[in-house]
């Protein structure tokens, strides 16, 4: 067994270059409608371009070595093995950075490129390889000598808020952010309050488990710039990050954004992208790069773990007095998005409830734990678990339902947020759950339509570890609310360019953004707004791209608000410049034009009175619109960092959550059997679209409730895999029912409410009241784990 | 190595595979089907499934050298007809782009190409024979309800136009 292993050779494809294209929108849909995915065709056919599909002629393959400590000091790296090897092209260390050496999120910029001296994470990047083959890379990576002083990792989040100074993860010290929120007399309240409930919580690491791993092409161009393909929820924000790390100008690297599998916010951060910039730079060859799904752990940002204290006081009947909360998320080495969902976290942290004095402290740190930064639910996830637990202890505390107990205490339209700040829009929360408890419960357990219990369907499944003996079945409700868009005085704007012309004697529209597609549908919603802004059907989507302007992150469920607004204020001027050329062409006036005197309905100009005043294509001709429309939504305003007080939410969004479980409680199995939710929208502008996200939401908040937890003992992961990181399966994942409302918000683009991420917080909690009902653990934990139910 | 295969009905000869890799990178990266995802590269999400003589397999367990004189269909060979000119999509393919199944799309060649095999198996698939199929793909969008729809929907399809 000596002979030496075969080297691979170079890949030589006999495919086409793979990037990313226009495409055309199927199907008739305007707003309010469900019209085909204009990317569906090329999704189901396999010819969509992901990021991780990029390919050109003579590209080069990069890799990343990682650094095996949480915490420790590189005395030397020995590069001459790996340079020495045939079909390695570079390898790079910090010294090779072209540029600003350190980068981060919100201008923190404490991450560094590569490692310089030390180590703060387990997975942090050290050197980059660029070769022929992924797998001479790999063992290039392998021959990469670094000799190590290994340090004893700072892990414990309440040692560094009590000993900051002691525990010093990095520059920034060890105390990212602590953010009270202070209202009324907690310490008077908590004299007269007859009902006391309190308890600590826990929230493990969950991880994005986008399926598209991290992916990116960067091709060298003449002008000694870059053409860069990644797959990101920001282009321009990655832009700013990218560009003084290479040293380049922003109008040096031109970013298209390559197919995106699934983001959650783990693409919020960068991740390949300075890397495979460096590599094309130096060798002067494209270079593709590709995490396997073990790197994808270490690759990107997860959501804060949270330790988590909450004492509740109020009266006989259950009416909230006081809340005494405190929240610690440990962000890991760097800050990543750390400020902002403490901020969240903060202003969030008692939830859609109307409580005269609050003592809330929220505290971001710094540690030798897996980062950790933006996911779907952002810092508010963690607190709605909390306080939805809470509700339940005061509910039974105080004899009165779950249900109940959330009803009396529910904001409404016009009620104030722990910040001071009004709800300016409904907030019809009671009514939600007075729906939610309306709807038709699931078929009892063992009650299937043939009379016999279906063994698939029990906790365990095919494993058939129970016909029924030892299962209980619960219900429980949980409620969530979200912020929806950038807040605290981030002006979040977006910006769309639309063109209007006659391609083959039809009226075409074509949209452009910046815009990310990350699977939620946007490009479908972009289409349906110019269809019912222009009247036009044929739309086309202009690949995602910095050559327009800046449309924030897809993020914070702001799209359809941010970008669907820029879209539509495009499309207004557009039509309003049509419009206005018809009455030039036409040689004459038609007074009132700006009160919707003139319309675009169906390819055609439309007056009120007179009917149909000409077609499209007869006023157009030969001429083209084109308009570039910045949005912005209202101001808001940073929370006061002693009280938390401000108006620093944009909008505001709800969602409520029935959960129906059976429990093995001899094992400690779960089947979720039924979700239920109540959602307030606004206004739905695809139900299609909008199910599906309601429809994932959940099942990503089933996830944290009973199997979603990244390991983690002394700073290093212990399940870095889908063999031992579980995501909900189909069989995991019950049928659900929908009830959506549409109660507008006057502020908002045809009056939407961002929609994406309510459901993923409201789930989790839901499901875990439901185990506890079933089984009468305390459960104070997420995920809960089978030795939480039989052990207590 | 040399390796001769069917791929979607044509014979193939792929010149310079190194014995390490897989069938799934063979046909993203050196025959130009890309179709075929690699989220896992472990066999637990699905996403790389093609048919290998026949029987759905994840390609990236399969070592490039074992297809040797074997026929693999993958995503891309479901659709009658040449892409983007006479295309005539699958229906398990049309019904998962009208049913909502498709978000990011990561995981929906394998769950197509295995929704296929389902229905090519039993026609007419209970909601539980479903969910037993497709319980070896992950999706991390649509908590999978509408992927449900889309394969009833295909089977209903299927079974009207074998009826005619």
Redesign the interface.
């Known amino acids: 067994m000596t002979s030496p292993?075969?080297?691979?050779?170079p890949?030589?494809?006999?495919?086409?270059v793979?990037s990313p294209g226009h495409v055309a929108a199927p199907g008739m849909g305007g707003v309010g409608d469900?019209p085909?995915?204009p990317?569906?065709?090329l999704?189901?056919?396999?010819?969509?371009?992901?990021a991780?599909?990029l390919?050109i002629d003579g590209m080069l393959w990069g890799a990343t070595l990682r650094s095996p400590h949480p915490r420790a000091k590189i005395l030397s790296i020995d590069l001459g093995p790996a340079l020495a090897m045939a079909g390695v092209h570079a390898v790079l260390t910090h010294e090779d950075v072209p540029g600003r050496k350190l980068y981060g999120l919100d201008h923190t910029e404490d991450q560094p490129v590569l490692a310089i001296g030390e180590v703060r994470h387990q997975g942090e990047p050290i050197a980059l390889v660029a070769a022929d083959?992924p797998?001479i890379a790999r063992r290039a990576m392998e021959k990469i000598a670094v000799e190590w002083e290994v340090l004893e990792p700072i892990t414990d989040a309440r040692a560094v808020i009590a000993e900051p100074d002691r525990y010093r993860v990095q520059e920034r010290g060890g105390i990212a952010r602590h953010q009270p929120v202070r209202v009324g007399d907690v310490d008077r309240a908590k004299a007269e309050a007859a009902v006391v409930v309190s308890s600590d919580y826990s929230v493990g690491i969950q991880d994005?488990?986008?399926?598209?791993?991290e992916s990116g092409l960067a091709v060298p161009a003449e002008d000694g710039g870059l053409d860069l393909y990644v797959s990101t929820q920001w282009m321009h924000n990655d832009l700013k990050q990218i560009a003084p790390c290479l040293g380049l100008a922003e109008d040096q690297i031109r970013m298209t954004l390559a197919?995106?599998?699934?983001?959650?916010g783990g693409r919020e951060d960068l991740s390949m992208q300075i890397h495979a910039g460096m590599l094309a730079l130096y060798t002067g060859k494209p270079v593709k790069m590709?995490y396997?799904?073990y790197e994808s752990f270490f690759g990107h940002v997860h959501r804060h773990p949270a330790e988590m204290r909450y004492e509740f006081g109020a009266t006989a009947e259950g009416r909230l007095l006081y809340a005494d909360v405190e929240i610690i998320l440990d962000g890991g080495a760097y800050t990543s998005a750390t400020l902002n969902v403490t901020g969240n976290a903060a202003s969030l942290g008692v939830g859609p409830y109307e409580i005269p004095n609050i003592k809330i402290d929220a505290w971001g740190v710094y540690t030798n734990n897996p980062p950790c930064g933006a996911m779907r639910g952002f810092g508010a996830v963690q607190a709605c678990f909390a306080y939805e637990s809470m509700m339940d202890k005061l509910a039974e505390a105080c004899g009165i339902s779950p249900v109940r107990v959330r009803q009396i205490n529910a904001v409404s339209q016009g009620s104030k947020l722990a910040t001071g700040q009004i709800i300016d829009s409904p907030a019809p929360l009671a009514e939600m759950l007075e729906r939610l408890e309306a709807m038709p419960m699931p078929a009892p357990l063992g009650a299937g339509p043939d009379g016999e219990i279906?063994i698939?369907?029990l906790p365990g499944g095919?494993s058939q570890t129970t016909h029924g003996e030892g299962v209980v079945r619960g219900v429980g409700y949980g409620v969530g609310i979200k912020n929806i868009c950038f807040s605290e005085a981030f002006d979040d704007y977006s910006t769309a360019r639309v063109r209007l012309e006659v391609i083959g004697g039809e009226p075409t529209a074509l949209v452009h953004t910046a815009a990310a597609e990350?699977?939620?549908?946007l490009v479908t919603l972009q289409a349906q707004i110019a269809r019912t802004e222009l009247g036009v059907q044929r739309v086309t989507i202009h690949p995602a791209d910095n050559q327009v302007g800046d449309a924030g992150s897809s993020s914070a469920s702001r799209q359809s608000y941010m970008t669907g607004g820029a879209v539509k204020t495009a499309c207004e001027a557009v039509r309003a410049e049509l419009l206005a050329m018809a009455e030039r062409k036409l040689g004459r006036a038609f007074p009132g034009i700006t009160q919707g005197e003139l319309n675009v309905v169906g390819g055609k100009i439309m007056s009120r009175t007179e009917g149909v005043i000409a077609s499209i294509e007869e006023i157009l001709g030969d001429d083209v619109i084109e308009e570039t429309r910045e949005f912005h939504h209202h101001p808001t305003s940073r929370m006061d960092p002693v009280t938390g007080q401000g108006d620093s939410h944009t909008q505001l969004a709800l969602c409520v959550h029935r959960a129906v479980v059976d429990v093995d409680v001899d094992l400690g199995l779960v089947k979720v059997v039924e979700m239920a939710a109540v959602q307030d929208v606004g206004k739905i502008l695809n139900l299609?679209?909008l199910?599906?996200q309601?429809?994932?939401?959940?099942?990503?908040g089933l996830g944290l409730a009973v199997m979603e937890e990244i390991v983690v003992s002394g700073g290093l992961v212990r399940n870095p895999?889908?063999?031992d990181y579980l995501?909900?399966?189909?069989?995991d994942?019950p049928?659900?029912r929908l009830d959506i409302l549409e109660n507008p918000d006057p502020k908002a683009p045809y009056g939407l409410r961002g929609a994406g991420e309510p459901p993923t917080l409201s789930s989790t909690p839901a499901i875990v009241a439901a185990i506890r009902d079933a089984t009468g653990r305390a459960l104070t934990r997420v995920p809960v784990r089978p030795e939480h139910i039989i052990r207590g | 190595m040399r390796v001769n295969l069917t791929v979607n009905g044509a014979k193939e000869t792929v010149d310079d595979v190194w014995e390490g890799e897989s069938l799934l990178y063979m046909l993203r990266e050196r025959m130009g089907l890309p179709g075929s995802k690699n989220a896992c590269e472990q066999g637990e999400c699905g996403s790389c499934t093609v048919y290998l003589d026949g029987v759905p397999a994840c390609s990236c367990l399969v070592a490039a050298g074992q297809v040797e004189g074997r026929e693999v269909v993958t995503v891309e060979g479901l659709a009658k007809g040449s892409s983007g000119v006479d295309e005539q999509l699958d229906p398990v393919q049309e019904a998962f782009v009208e049913a909502g199944a498709v978000q990011c799309g990561f995981c929906t060649p394998g769950l197509i190409v295995q929704s296929h095999d389902l229905i090519e198996r039993v026609p007419d698939p209970s909601d539980a024979e479903i969910r037993e199929a497709l319980a070896g793909n992950l999706c991390r969008c649509t908590g999978y309800e509408k992927i449900l729809d889309a394969v009833r929907l295909a089977a209903s399809r299927k079974a009207e136009a074998a009826a005619r």
């Not at chain 1, 292993?5 to 050779?9: D, F, M, R, T």
């Not at chain 1, 999704?43 to 992901?50: N, T, W």
């Not at chain 1, 309601?694 to 990503?700: D, E, K, P, Y």
């Open positions: 292993v075969k080297s691979p050779g890949v030589k494809p006999n495919g086409p793979r469900s085909l995915r990317d569906g065709t999704k189901v056919s396999g010819e969509f371009a992901y991780s599909d390919w083959h797998e994005q488990a986008f399926l598209g791993p197919g995106v599998g699934g983001a959650f590709s396997n799904r279906d698939r369907a095919v990350v699977g939620q549908g299609l679209s199910e599906g309601i429809h994932g939401g959940s099942a990503q895999s889908f063999t995501i909900p399966t189909i069989l994942m049928p659900m």
